[in-house]
């Protein structure tokens, strides 16, 4: 089965300090990944994306991810949070081989501690 | 202005009722789908279409209906509006994976 997890659903950190959001997925396919930013009553933009060219992908606001396929993660990382960085995140998974179903992890929701 | 557009924005239903939100994207996109987010538990599709013409389920497909209109187009039907409908809906589009998705601003959807 398809799928992916965000293994944390809340996480803070103090601003200037770094930031880890954890995500895996499951599948039998070479997945195209992204991460998604909602701000509070916003949309949803997106962050960066991975679609089998370069593992690190960097993407708007200083945020970056690793596709490890040998660790099936897709962590986004920051290297100093700012306060503007409060907002939650989202993993999503597309199984492009298969399906053109993209599904959602739960969320992260990020608090940036003064 | 090019993206996906959502209407309405808000809308206070009576249990039982019928409704329609709307969706359409001017990026020549194929594939569009439509969400409910709820709080703790992501966004879960509802029903997507993969081009003009085709709609399949998704995670949550029960008491909703669609209709992929035309390429631009892609409604989603309540028929019979129950309080767990309560949630706000994204439709998103995209043509993919190498371009990302854009999704629509959402419609808070109150189900009383």
């Known amino acids: 089965a398809q799928s992916v997890t965000q293994l944390d659903s809340h996480v803070s950190v103090s601003e200037g300090t770094p930031v880890l959001l954890r995500c895996n997925y499951s599948?039998?396919?070479?997945?195209?990944l992204f991460w998604y930013v909602q701000h509070p009553n916003k949309g949803l933009q997106l962050l960066l994306k991975?679609?089998?060219?370069?593992?690190l992908v960097k993407g708007i606001n200083g945020f970056e991810a690793e596709f490890k396929k040998s660790e099936t993660s897709f962590h986004l990382t920051k290297p100093s949070a700012h306060m503007s960085d409060a907002a939650e995140y989202f993993c999503?998974?597309?199984?492009?081989?298969?399906?053109?179903?993209?599904?959602f992890g739960k969320g992260t929701r990020l608090h940036i501690l003064p | 202005n090019a993206g996906v557009t959502q209407t309405p924005k808000f809308q206070v239903l009576k249990t039982g009722q019928s409704m329609t939100l709307q969706c359409a994207q001017d990026?020549?996109?194929?594939?569009m789908y439509w969400y409910r987010q709820d709080p703790g538990m992501g966004l879960r599709l509802i029903y997507y279409?993969?081009?003009?013409?085709?709609?399949d389920k998704g995670e949550v497909p029960n008491g909703y209906n669609v209709s992929r209109l035309n390429k631009r187009e892609f409604s989603l039907r309540l028929e019979s509006a129950a309080p767990s409908q309560t949630s706000v809906y994204f439709c998103?589009?995209?043509?993919?994976?190498?371009?990302?998705?854009?999704f629509g601003s959402g419609t808070r959807l109150t189900v009383v």
């Open positions: 998103a589009s995209g043509t993919g994976a190498n371009y990302g998705y854009t």
């Open positions: 599948s039998s396919y070479s997945p195209s």
């Open positions: 991975y679609t089998s060219a370069a593992t």
């Open positions: 999503v998974f597309l199984n492009w081989a298969r399906d053109d179903k993209i599904i």
């Open positions: 990026m020549n996109h194929n594939s």
């Open positions: 279409s993969a081009s003009e013409g085709t709609t």
